[in-house]
Nanobody, 127 residues
Framework: QVQLVESGGRLVQAGGSLRLSCAAS????????MGWFRQAPSAPGNERQF???????????YYADDVKGRFIISRDNAKNMVYLQMNSLKPEDATAYYC?????????????????WGQGTQVTVSS
């Protein structure tokens, strides 16, 4: 079992930066691939859009096209933490962001393949 708690979401101006953090508890955090997803705008239900993912060692990272070059995912296995550095924020980045863990070493970009989820943190971007 892994429990995830996100933090760092807040109001920020367009063009600004924000760092989201995800604290993980439980065993063998280093054996999990981690991902960040966000609530898809105007999507019904709980549809979540892939943002970024990182392998268990941190050597492999994936990004959605619309955040590539602006967001950076990283992890610190010694601290059981995953981060999402968000730069050059746009109003369309505003939504809830979720941290997720999957029992694989190489990450997936598909939300249903993740096993554990945090409760989310809200990012608001003012134009």
């Amino acid at each position: 079992q892994v429990q995830l708690v996100e933090s760092g979401g807040r109001l920020v101006q367009a063009g600004g930066s924000l760092r989201l953090s995800c604290a993980a508890s439980g065993r063998a955090f280093g054996a999990y691939a981690m991902g960040w997803f966000r609530q898809a705008p105007s999507a019904p239900g709980n549809e979540r859009q892939f943002v970024a993912a990182i392998s268990w060692t941190g050597a492999i990272t994936y990004y959605a096209d619309d955040v590539k070059g602006r967001f950076i995912i990283s992890r610190d296995n010694a601290k059981n933490m995953v981060y999402l550095q968000m730069n050059s924020l746009k109003p369309e980045d505003a939504t809830a962001y979720y941290c997720a863990a999957q029992r694989k070493r190489i990450p997936s970009i598909v939300s249903y393949e993740y096993d554990y989820w945090g409760q989310g943190t809200q990012v608001t971007v003012s134009s």
